[in-house]
């Protein structure tokens, strides 16, 4: 059984080890019900494990291990993985920002290899500006305090880093509807800002952003709303170290989804996006005329 490669962090090995112990539990012919109560669990931690939302102890990993019926090399390969899902990564010093689940987000994005991203009304969060960004948390967030709101910013703009880092920056698609370009987020002055901070992203060679304008009419991204496909390196046996998964937010939680049958919808879905969309050139185009036009009031 070949274990992780690469991606730091906790959130790959957490998810490596929740799948194969829901294999095991399967292949025990064990439903989650059954395994709570043969494990003296919550069917709901359970299904936390299995979808790597939570650590294990290695002691725990030995107990389902036995109750699983694995045989004593899957069970010590299984404890060692239990080890790597103690390991934290930059993020968990913003513990007391990140909303419950986002540090599952966050690892993922830190291990991406490429990102191909749709936003319907906002700019994609690894594009914002410092200030629209505030703009958009405050607005989110009303009862925080500032000093809360501004480590949140911060925690932000430390994800941008997957963008300009020196060893295998993350390849950035992003699309964003023409309404993201014309919502006056936190202002006029603001928008020109974050409208030349788009246009300068798009140079990096790593990324490419293009506009679905209003006249492109109906298309897929008018039907499912924003969502990103994260997409992962492959190991030394040529297989992504995860199943590229799809990330869809909404205004109470997120789904991840990583079923063949759903990502191929999605990955339908964006393509029908990208190939609707304005080109990079006509989209950056587009971008600095709305920046023309908030600078001028």
């Excluded at 292949?27 to 359970?46: F, H, K, N």
């Excluded at 410092?130 to 501004?150: F, K, M, N």
């Excluded at 790593?206 to 997409?231: K, Q």
């Amino acid at each position: 059984m070949r274990m992780s490669d690469g991606p730091t962090g906790s959130t790959v090995p957490r998810r490596q080890l929740g799948r194969y112990l829901r294999d095991l539990r399967n292949q025990a012919g064990l439903t989650v019900r059954a395994a709570a109560r043969e494990l003296e669990r919550a069917e709901a931690t359970i299904w936390r494990i299995e979808t790597g939302q939570t650590s294990l102890r290695s002691v725990d990993v030995e107990v389902m291990c036995k109750v699983y019926g694995a045989s004593g090399g899957v069970t010590k390969a299984l404890k060692a993985l239990a080890k790597e899902t103690k390991a934290k990564g930059w993020w968990h010093a913003y513990g007391d920002v990140i909303a419950e689940g986002f540090d599952l987000f966050i690892g993922l994005e830190e291990a991406t290899e490429r990102l191909d991203w749709y936003e319907s009304d906002l700019v994609p969060g690894l594009l914002q500006t410092p200030d629209y960004a505030r703009a958009i948390i405050s607005a989110h967030l009303p009862d925080e305090g500032p000093d809360e709101v501004e480590r949140r910013v911060q925690l932000r703009m430390a994800r941008q880093v997957l963008l300009s880092r020196f060893f295998k920056p993350v390849q950035l698609s992003a699309v964003v509807s023409e309404s993201v370009l014309r919502r006056p987020v936190g202002g006029h002055t603001m928008m020109v800002e974050q409208l030349k901070h788009l246009a300068d992203v798009s140079g990096l060679p790593n990324v490419a952003i293009r506009v679905v304008p209003f006249n492109a009419g109906l298309h897929m991204g008018a039907l499912s709303g924003m969502f990103g496909i994260l997409r992962f390196p492959c190991n030394g046996e040529g297989r992504e170290v995860e199943p590229s998964t799809v990330y869809a937010e909404g205004f109470t939680g997120a789904l991840y989804l990583d079923k063949p049958a759903e990502l191929e919808r999605y990955d339908r879905a964006f393509k029908d996006i990208w190939h609707t969309a304005l080109d990079e050139n006509e989209s950056k185009h587009l971008i600095m005329e709305m920046a023309g036009k908030y600078a001028e009031g």
